[in-house]
């Protein structure tokens, strides 16, 4: 690469930065070293969210916060934290992700959100018939792979193929598959395979009402469609690869795609319905839940159990009590049972279907399994698809991880060609067909090798200032030669012009994206100012980090000196060891309290009260507060509370052991080391701000201070 610069005046980056920061009036001096009025200016915008002119004092005021963020930046330098390694590596990280929104063109994004977002009104659902290519294959595996898929299509349109057109195929599939003594039984297998798929098409034409299923079974090379016939049921935007989905929307009821390449191969569609989309369901559930490693027993229990909360549903209890009786989601059951929102595709797919069954709110279901156990679900309000302006956050980030983002990216580089003049030379990029060999293919070819070309421009870019300077930066075949070296990896063999042409492609796309990663800050103010909050911040963070938070983990001596001087801060309050056993009824409650006369163990009182059902009797083991419980409150002694508790919420009988009464007692380092550990750190730091401004002297120029307005 060479740069020439054009003009009657030159100046570097640096000597240009510190003519414009001569130029920048200074707000503050900390021990003599500047801060800019455009810094805290956009930092104090930034957090106080308001019109400044508005809040003069308010300025004022943020003066001291400001000044003391940056003495903890300068520290953090004076310590040589911007040099570490792992301080780069952390920088670097947050620039590739703050410039991820600049290296693309955003029109092209917001038409590609709006697309989505239209698309998610529709569900559809559709079969596919796949043939698997790689994404670098060869023309003749190409080929062979879209005629075999034609002649599929065409005899699921009712065009069987002729002895002409299979015979055309097998000199095809010959050429592709270059059949050898040197063949593996498996490369014969193959060939036969795809030349029988051919062949047998005649076969299954007559095969019941659905010949793409049947021929799918038969043809696709998708795994799952020996059993599904290639039926993806339902789905609706960004949840296919963007090719398929695209054709797939575009697509009529009824029809058979042309075939559409993505990066598993060719595929054909045939859309079998189109519908609105399901919009989100709000529902409550009891679940019965399977554990690891469940016995055969244990799940007839757990069936047993379930259709006895069925079975008091449909007897009118209602649903809400239930649910906070029995179910062992336990979240959930806090309230009744109730879930959050959800749509398509964002719950297993049998609670999916039983949910979106149910026709009005109030409706509920007959018990059902998942893999996580057994639910009864009720419905309690639906709601269509959300607003686009509600939507747009999750949709940038969910477009963000989908291959259409290249249609953003492509669109960008055309728009860096056109503002940067590019200019190419074909001659010396078809010279390289002179210098490739074999090696490219197996990840070792030398740029060394390119030497006899010489450095012959390949591409330019040039662009000019305000003040009318040109620069122009030339990418020769060297550069070109080092990137193919640099990028190699084995792979197939293939048609070296075909190499050629996409080694430059990539080379040209990575240049051009690279060059205007690299000018970022100096294009975009907002960019570089926020680039700079992320360098202050970590810096902040990591001196933050060794003077106060991992110091008071790590130093022991000093936290448990900290401790025993204010010990009393940290007291229990007076507490008790509570079992509760939660009865169905007083008969019950009787019986429990009959095996506890006894000292019979809680699994033995639940293993035989719950013989006859498994709703019997639940037991729960508390802690409780002095305060906490007004039931354990009234009875604040160890042993059996004599008179039963009626929770009229559960509708229970409660049946309390207090096991143990605890004093008030000040807590171990142990017991409370997170709030022992906080107040430590928050010491720390008063020491150390105090450090700080003992060392560093803060003069505010007031005259500047106040013309931020």
């Known amino acids: 690469m060479k740069k020439r610069t054009l003009g009657l005046l030159t100046l570097t980056a640096a000597g240009f930065a510190a003519l414009a920061q001569t130029a920048e009036p200074v707000i503050m001096t900390i021990n003599g070293k500047p801060v800019y009025k455009s810094e805290f200016?956009?930092?104090?915008?930034?957090?106080?969210?308001?019109?400044?002119?508005?809040?003069?004092?308010?300025v004022k005021e943020y003066v001291d916060l400001f000044s003391t963020f940056k003495m903890k930046v300068f520290e953090a330098e004076a310590n040589g934290l911007d040099t570490n390694t792992s301080f780069k590596n952390e920088l670097s990280g947050y620039r590739k992700q703050l410039a991820t929104p600049y290296l693309t063109d955003k029109n092209v994004n917001d038409a590609l959100l709006q697309e989505a977002y239209e698309r998610l009104k529709t569900e559809v659902k559709a079969s596919h018939i796949l043939i698997r290519v790689d994404e670098g294959a060869l023309p003749k595996d190409t080929i062979e792979a879209y005629t075999r898929l034609m002649i599929i299509r065409d005899a699921l349109n009712g065009k069987s193929p002729s002895s002409t057109k299979i015979s055309e195929y097998e000199n095809l599939l010959k050429k592709s598959s270059a059949l050898s003594k040197s063949s593996t039984h498996q490369d014969s297998v193959a060939y036969t395979n795809k030349l029988n798929a051919v062949k047998g098409l005649a076969a299954l034409m007559g095969s019941g009402d659905d010949k793409f299923a049947a021929i799918a079974k038969k043809t696709?090379?998708?795994?799952?469609?020996?059993?599904?016939?290639?039926?993806?049921?339902?789905?609706?935007?960004?949840?296919?690869?963007?090719?398929?989905?695209?054709?797939?929307?575009?697509?009529n009821v009824g029809e058979i795609t042309m075939p559409v390449r993505t990066r598993f191969g060719y595929h054909i569609?045939?859309?079998?319905?189109?519908?609105?989309?399901?919009?989100?369901?709000?529902?409550?559930?009891?679940?019965?839940?399977?554990?690891?490693?469940?016995?055969?027993?244990?799940?007839e229990n757990l069936k047993t159990k379930i259709d006895e909360i069925y079975s008091k549903l449909k007897a009118g209890e209602k649903f809400e009590d239930?649910?906070?009786?029995f179910s062992d989601d336990k979240p959930s059951a806090e309230k009744g049972g109730q879930l959050q929102w959800f749509g398509s595709s964002r719950m297993p797919i049998e609670f999916e279907k039983a949910a979106f069954a149910l026709q009005n709110n109030g409706d509920y279901s007959a018990p059902f399994t998942t893999n996580y156990g057994w639910h009864i679900v009720k419905r309690l309000d639906k709601k269509g698809l959300a607003s686009f302006a509600d939507m747009k956050g999750d949709l940038k980030q969910?477009?963000?991880?989908?291959?259409?983002?290249?249609?953003?990216?492509?669109?960008?580089?055309?728009?860096?060609?056109?503002?940067?003049?590019?200019?190419?030379?074909?001659?010396?990029?078809?010279?390289?067909?002179?210098?490739?060999?074999?090696?490219?293919?197996?990840?070792?070819?030398?740029?060394?090798?390119?030497?006899?070309?010489?450095?012959k421009e390949m591409f330019r870019i040039s662009s000019k200032d305000a003040s009318g300077k040109e620069t122009i930066i030339i990418y020769g075949q060297d550069d070109f030669a080092k990137y193919i070296e640099s990028h190699q990896t084995a792979r197939p063999k293939t048609d070296y012009a075909m190499f050629l042409n996409q080694s430059y492609k990539e080379f040209v796309d990575e240049t051009l994206i690279n060059y205007e990663d690299s000018n970022l800050e100096s294009k975009y103010p907002e960019f570089r100012n926020l680039l700079k909050e992320y360098?202050?911040?970590?810096?902040?963070?990591?001196?933050?980090?060794?003077?106060?938070?991992?110091?008071?983990?790590?130093?022991?001596?000093?936290?448990?000196?900290?401790?025993?001087?204010n010990k009393n801060n940290y007291l229990w309050d007076e507490r008790a060891d509570v079992t509760l056993y939660k009865c169905a009824n007083e008969k019950i409650a009787k019986d429990v309290r009959g095996m506890l006369k006894k000292n019979k163990s809680e699994k033995e009182i639940t293993e035989t009260v719950n013989k006859t059902s498994q709703l019997n009797v639940t037991v729960e083991n508390i802690t409780y507060l002095k305060g906490e419980n007004k039931d354990v409150d009234a009875n604040w002694k160890q042993g059996v509370v004599s008179i039963d508790i009626?929770?009229?919420?559960?509708?229970?009988?409660?049946?309390?052991?207090?096991?143990?009464?605890?004093?008030?007692?000040?807590k171990t380092i142990a017991e409370a080391k997170g709030m022992i550990t906080a107040d430590y750190q928050n010491h720390l730091e008063k020491e150390w701000l105090a450090y700080l401004k003992n060392k560093y002297t803060v003069k505010v120029n007031d005259d500047v201070l106040n013309t931020i307005k």
Do not use: C
């Not at 859309?271 to 027993?297: C, N, W």
């Not at 055309?414 to 010396?428: Q, S, T, Y």
């Not at 929770?647 to 605890?662: F, G, L, Q, R």
């Open 646 to 666: 009626k929770d009229t919420k559960e509708n229970k009988v409660t049946v309390m052991v207090v096991n143990k009464v605890m004093g008030k007692t000040p």
């Open 41 to 58: 200016e956009n930092v104090y915008k930034k957090n106080s969210g308001k019109e400044v002119n508005k809040e003069q004092k308010s």
């Open 269 to 299: 569609i045939k859309v079998y319905d189109k519908r609105p989309s399901q919009g989100e369901i709000l529902t409550a559930h009891i679940m019965v839940k399977f554990s690891k490693d469940m016995g055969d027993k244990d799940k």
């Open 220 to 251: 696709s090379e998708d795994p799952s469609a020996v059993e599904n016939g290639g039926d993806l049921g339902y789905f609706t935007s960004l949840q296919m690869v963007y090719p398929f989905e695209s054709a797939a929307y575009k697509a």
């Open 322 to 325: 239930l649910a906070r009786q």
């Open 535 to 565: 360098r202050d911040g970590i810096l902040l963070f990591d001196l933050t980090d060794q003077k106060v938070w991992s110091k008071a983990v790590k130093d022991t001596a000093g936290l448990r000196a900290f401790y025993e001087q």
């Open 398 to 455: 969910r477009i963000g991880k989908d291959t259409r983002t290249q249609a953003g990216k492509s669109s960008l580089i055309e728009k860096i060609k056109r503002e940067n003049n590019f200019k190419e030379n074909p001659v010396a990029k078809k010279e390289f067909l002179k210098v490739l060999d074999t090696t490219v293919f197996q990840g070792k070819w030398e740029a060394a090798k390119a030497n006899k070309l010489g450095k």
